[in-house]
């Protein structure tokens, strides 16, 4: 996944950034909405942030797993 692609052009928030709001603590998308305002404005992102932090996710566990993280 391109870490650099822009998941929500509202909020300028990309796949990087939503990673990391994980790595810090966030459990899900429920905690990145109320954090950074993901998919709150225009609501056109939704689904494909659903999806994205879903990926992200396993593959933090993944990375976890491996010890890389």
Same mark, same amino acid.
């Given at each position: 996944? &391109?870490?650099?692609?822009?998941?929500?052009?509202?909020?300028?928030?990309?796949?990087?950034?939503?990673? #990391? @709001? &994980?790595? *810090?603590?966030?459990?899900?998308? *429920? *905690?990145?909405?109320?954090?950074?305002?993901?998919?709150?404005?225009?609501?056109?992102?939704?689904? *494909? @942030?659903?999806? !994205?932090?879903? #990926?992200? #996710?396993n593959e933090i566990e993944e990375e976890k797993?491996?010890?890389? !993280?």
């Amino acid at each position: 996944m &391109l870490k650099n692609r822009m998941v929500c052009e509202c909020y300028d928030i990309t796949v990087d950034k939503i990673k #990391q @709001a &994980l790595l *810090d603590g966030a459990k899900g998308y *429920d *905690d990145l909405v109320k954090s950074m305002r993901l998919g709150v404005l225009c609501s056109a992102c939704i689904g *494909d @942030a659903k999806k !994205v932090v879903e #990926q992200l #996710q396993n593959e933090i566990e993944e990375e976890k797993n491996r010890g890389t !993280v």
